[in-house]
């Protein structure tokens, strides 16, 4: 993988679901049902894949933008409403509290880059169960188009008064990679989101690993150079 110049990353952007937390397909299924409720027979497999954009982004790609948008926001909404009876079950993925408390042991910056509502954020975060080396996270609230734009990005680096130069992305969707390269960051990538590494290569992951934990024993062994040297570019 390759380093910025002067070696010493400051920070790590996370993306949340599919990422950290095991919510993709649940988030496919809430999608499909809320379609279906306002007359749209979209296929899951279609959902899946656009999984990781931001809801109105989402809603244009699957269903065109000569639909009445009057409808978004009632399908954003119903869709929220659907996925919310999931959270009594939602799961972090092995590993995601390591890596994050792992990466904060290293002294960087550790921010959650999600555009969950701020409710939802406050679930995902007690899932994860690591607020302890957490630096803070975005929501909603925070960004202006979602991705594949790269706003959600930009809203997290201020939160740590980070930059490109300096940041890490850790995601699990084209649209993560997408929007991260739109900045210069680059992304280190899982699959547990549902979308193959030949996919998530082809977009311009620089490394990816099949799960959190394969991830976090490759940074525990010192093969992730960005994690790996953020100490010796505090000392120089």
Known sequence: ????????????LFDVDGTLVDTN???????????????????M?????????????????????????????????????????????LRAFDGAADLLRHSAQQGLAVVLATSASE?????????????????????????????PAPDILEAAMKVADLTPQDTLFIGDAVWDVIAANKLGIPTICVTTGGTSEAELREAGAVEVYKDVRTLLNAAAAGK??????????NNR
């Open 1 to 12: 993988m390759a380093e910025h110049s002067d070696g010493a990353i400051r920070g790590i």
């Open 119 to 147: 409710e939802e954020l406050r679930v995902l975060r007690q899932v994860i169960d690591a607020d302890d080396a957490i630096t803070g996270a975005t929501n909603a609230t925070d960004t202006g188009i979602s991705k």
């Open 224 to 233: 992730l150079h960005g994690l790996q040297h953020r100490s010796e570019g």
């Open 45 to 89: 497999a279609s959902i899946h894949r656009t999984i990781g954009m931001g809801g109105s982004t989402l809603i244009e790609h699957l269903i065109g933008e000569d639909r009445d948008t009057d409808q978004d926001e009632t399908l954003k909404d119903t869709h929220g409403a659907l996925f919310s009876a999931q959270w009594p079950a």
């Open 25 to 43: 397909y649940l988030h496919t299924l809430a999608w499909w049902q809320a379609f279906r409720r306002f007359g749209h027979d979209v296929p």
